[in-house]
């Protein structure tokens, strides 16, 4: 058994460790003799396994107590509907454009009051965050909305928008966990889990305790209705349990690794490596502004395309997967996660190297 390495944008590499105990535990787990996927989501085992994954990740993201945790499904485009549900009060929210996901949760958003796009960077293929300082902010707007990371574009927040007070809801499908947050600046955090924490299947609504209400928008599913799961303690019905599991031994190993301050100096120590090579090769570069770049995603070209399929064709027989870029970009993505390991990027970028050498004239 060969384990390649693993840069797909998600689902993505998992820590080797943590896949490795859950197949110990596969056929008993802690002396349950039978499998997490066997057992009642409401037995005591389980009632541990989330209630302990709970107490990691707010350990982990310094979670304040007024903030509810809750484990829920339907990925994180099914937030793109439950929050504008919730949270439209008045029926005006106002969009940042920065990449795909941002614009669909925008589009989603439309449909249930006047949703507002105050900014975009759609003009140069998202390739940069817009200056959010000085935003024409509706004066009744519910909430401002982001995407925290582009995963597709590979571009980031680095400073916050200024919301003129009003309440930030955060998209961190694909950095969360990636570097410390300041959960108090946010109304919302919510993130799909397959990305940067565990299988897909399990999506993570972090929310402040008054923002869940009864008087959502009519005609909301009960499921979608943040105050039904908030009050079940995600317990309402059938939660996606083992992936509920698996993410909390990846918030164990998170801990191991020394929380998210070290995992962001880790992570900025491998996002250099690749982009350090990028800026000095003579074949590849980078596609995103410098100042805007993420930690997670790296997208580059050749500049010509059928070098790029080469590439990730040589690169694919190496050993070095899912390397190709989102459908609606092209070129490559490397997608350096927190469990991608240090000599992955290092390895890669050997391999870059010598197909630069061997490529650079074509
Ligand atoms: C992958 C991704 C999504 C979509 O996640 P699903 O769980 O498939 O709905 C949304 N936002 C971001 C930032 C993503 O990376």
Same mark, same amino acid.
Request: proline share 4%; net charge negative; with cysteine.
């Given at each position: 058994?060969?384990?390649?390495?693993?840069?797909?944008?998600?689902?993505?590499?998992?820590?080797?460790?943590?896949?490795?105990?859950?197949?110990?535990?596969?056929?008993?787990?802690?002396?349950?003799?039978?499998?997490?996927?066997?057992?009642?989501?409401?037995?005591?085992?389980?009632?541990?396994?989330?209630?302990?994954?709970?107490?990691?990740?707010?350990?982990?993201?310094?979670?304040?107590?007024?903030?509810? %945790?809750?484990?829920?499904? &339907?990925? #994180?485009?099914?937030?793109?509907?439950? $929050?504008?549900?919730? /949270?439209?009060?008045?029926? +005006?929210?106002?969009?940042?454009?920065?990449?795909?996901?941002?614009?669909?949760?925008?589009?989603?958003?439309?449909?249930?009051?006047?949703?507002?796009?105050?900014?975009?960077?759609?003009?140069?293929?998202?390739?940069?965050?817009?200056?959010?300082?000085?935003l024409p902010i509706s004066d009744d707007a519910d909430y401002v909305y982001i995407c925290h990371n582009n995963t597709i574009y590979g571009t980031?927040?680095?400073?916050?928008?200024?919301?003129?007070?009003?309440?930030?809801?955060?998209?961190?499908?694909?950095?969360?966990?990636?570097?410390?947050?300041?959960?108090?600046?946010?109304?919302?955090?919510?993130?799909? %889990?397959?990305?940067?924490? &565990?299988? #897909?299947?399990?999506?993570?609504?972090? $929310?402040?305790?008054? /923002?869940?209400?009864?008087? +959502?928008?009519?005609?909301?599913?009960?499921?979608?209705?943040?105050?039904?799961?908030?009050?079940?303690?995600?317990?309402?019905?059938?939660?996606?349990?083992?992936?509920?599991?698996?993410?909390?031994?990846?918030?164990?190993?998170?801990?191991?690794?020394?929380?998210?301050?070290?995992?962001?100096?880790?992570?900025?120590?491998?996002?250099?490596?690749?982009?350090?090579?990028?800026?000095?090769?003579?074949?590849?570069?980078?596609?995103?502004?410098?100042?805007?770049?993420?930690?997670?995603?790296?997208?580059?070209?050749?500049?010509?395309?059928?070098?790029?399929?080469?590439?990730?064709?040589?690169?694919?027989?190496?050993?070095?997967?899912?390397?190709?870029?989102?459908?609606?970009?092209?070129?490559?993505?490397?997608?350096?996660?927190?469990?991608?390991?240090?000599?992955?990027?290092?390895?890669?970028?050997?391999?870059?190297?010598?197909?630069?050498?061997?490529?650079?004239?074509?």
């Amino acid at each position: 058994m060969a384990r390649v390495y693993n840069f797909s944008a998600g689902p993505s590499v998992l820590p080797e460790v943590v896949l490795k105990a859950a197949a110990e535990e596969m056929l008993d787990y802690n002396g349950t003799g039978m499998s997490v996927m066997e057992m009642s989501h409401r037995s005591k085992a389980f009632e541990e396994i989330i209630q302990t994954a709970e107490q990691d990740l707010r350990d982990l993201m310094k979670i304040p107590d007024n903030y509810k %945790v809750l484990f829920l499904q &339907g990925g #994180a485009s099914q937030q793109f509907a439950a $929050i504008p549900m919730n /949270l439209m009060k008045n029926r +005006v929210a106002d969009y940042i454009i920065t990449g795909q996901w941002a614009k669909k949760a925008y589009e989603e958003a439309k449909k249930y009051g006047k949703a507002n796009a105050v900014a975009s960077s759609a003009d140069k293929t998202f390739s940069y965050i817009p200056d959010c300082s000085d935003l024409p902010i509706s004066d009744d707007a519910d909430y401002v909305y982001i995407c925290h990371n582009n995963t597709i574009y590979g571009t980031t927040f680095k400073t916050l928008p200024n919301t003129k007070g009003k309440l930030l809801v955060a998209d961190m499908s694909s950095d969360i966990l990636s570097q410390p947050v300041n959960v108090s600046d946010y109304g919302v955090i919510y993130f799909g %889990v397959q990305k940067n924490v &565990g299988p #897909a299947g399990v999506v993570v609504v972090i $929310i402040r305790e008054d /923002l869940i209400r009864d008087d +959502v928008l009519e005609g909301t599913p009960t499921m979608l209705k943040y105050k039904t799961q908030a009050d079940a303690d995600s317990l309402y019905n059938t939660p996606p349990c083992y992936g509920i599991y698996i993410c909390g031994k990846v918030f164990k190993w998170v801990k191991e690794m020394g929380g998210l301050e070290a995992m962001k100096i880790h992570n900025e120590k491998k996002a250099a490596i690749l982009y350090d090579f990028l800026d000095h090769s003579q074949l590849f570069k980078g596609t995103v502004e410098k100042k805007d770049r993420s930690l997670m995603n790296v997208p580059f070209v050749t500049g010509k395309e059928d070098l790029d399929a080469k590439f990730v064709k040589e690169a694919t027989a190496a050993g070095f997967v899912n390397l190709k870029g989102h459908r609606s970009v092209g070129g490559m993505r490397a997608s350096i996660y927190n469990a991608m390991p240090i000599e992955g990027v290092e390895k890669l970028v050997e391999f870059m190297k010598k197909f630069e050498e061997e490529n650079k004239n074509d």
